[in-house]
């Protein structure tokens, strides 16, 4: 049985308390994060590892190195394909060239809410998008959520899409994101993740799509005070380990961190989605930022322009439309 169907069956057919661990070994794994406290990820990786410690009975122990301490995106990603890092939960568009089925989770304006987004990343559809990712040296066991993205200016007021027009925007080095924003209008800017702040900050770029909670734990709000709430794509991330780790693992302990991940999915969505109100609260409040919603018009302008995008990547892999049709189904349901 792969770890993806495996899944499915733990989440329908085990029932409630700890797995039994009487004959397996203490296991330790080192999770590392390149986000910062109190990143979404950092909370992803907290519950997990509760969750892990819960159901083997203290038998596995996860330890995590948040805050880039073991490396940034790239150098996590790699580590945990070539074994020096056990487990990492990574943005999702840093495994697009390894796994062109994932960019399905980015495709823009695709998702409405956090709520949509638990239901789907929890399909048979969603976890098809990772399903290939065994042949890059490592296995997804779950989607995580970081934020939902939005866009993030020094000091200009977003009120038509004439506004948007050449604002000189940093977006992560995806090529699926530079179609997002090309079509968009901006002059999209790829950039390290380290370098936003000091780039906001001496004006060498105007804006910056980003989450709420990012705006705080990268203190773009000391330098940027206008929010549209576009909310764009979601920002998922891969819980992420390494094959040969996991292939040495008992099928009692694979059972456990799967089902570890999965019941941790939504209980870490809807903790995003209250701390990205709270924060939204304080940083009007004590930072002066300003947040507003782009009115129906601009949304379908936005939701238009973007449009050839899908007509660009849904064909790039079989799993692509399967789960185009389960968000949709989910949005029907509403």
Do not use: C
Request: glycine share 6%; net charge negative; proline share 5%.
């Amino acid at each position: 049985m792969t770890a993806v169907t495996r899944i499915i069956a733990i989440g329908i057919g085990i029932g409630v308390g700890a797995i039994s661990m009487a004959h397996a070994q203490d296991v330790t794994l080192r999770l590392a994060l390149s986000s910062s406290k109190p990143h979404p990820f950092n909370t992803a990786a907290d519950l997990f590892a509760a969750k892990v410690d819960e159901l083997s009975g203290g038998n596995i122990a996860i330890e995590i190195f948040p805050d880039r301490q073991l490396g940034d995106v790239k150098e996590l990603t790699e580590g945990v394909r070539f074994g020096t890092v056990d487990m990492t939960i990574n943005s999702s568009s840093a495994m697009a060239d390894q796994l062109p089925a994932i960019e399905a989770l980015q495709l823009p304006f695709l998702i409405d809410g956090y709520e949509q987004f638990a239901e789907a990343v929890t399909t048979p559809e969603a976890q098809a998008l990772y399903a290939d990712l065994g042949s890059s040296g490592a296995v997804a066991l779950t989607i995580y959520e970081g934020g939902m993205r939005h866009f993030l200016t020094v000091d200009t007021k977003i009120e038509s899409m004439d506004d948007f027009q050449g604002l000189k925007t940093r977006v992560a080095p995806v090529r699926l994101h530079l179609d997002i924003w090309n079509a968009v209008g901006v002059n999209p800017t790829p950039m390290a993740y380290g370098e936003v702040y000091t780039a906001l900050e001496t004006r060498t770029i105007d804006a910056v799509e980003t989450n709420i909670s990012s705006i705080e734990a990268e203190k773009y709000n000391e330098v940027a005070k206008e929010v549209l709430l576009t909310g764009h794509y979601m920002w998922p991330g891969l819980l992420m380990m390494n094959k040969a780790k996991y292939d040495s693992l008992t099928p009692e302990q694979q059972e456990i961190l799967e089902r570890a991940a999965l019941e941790t999915v939504k209980p870490q969505i809807e903790a995003l989605q209250k701390f990205d109100e709270d924060l939204m609260a304080k940083l009007e409040k004590e930072d002066g930022l300003s947040f507003a919603t782009p009115t129906p018009e601009l949304k379908a302008e936005l939701r238009e322009l973007v449009a050839p995008v899908y007509e660009k990547y849904v064909g790039n892999h079989p799993a692509i439309q399967p789960f185009l049709d389960v968000v949709e189904s989910l949005r029907a349901g509403d």
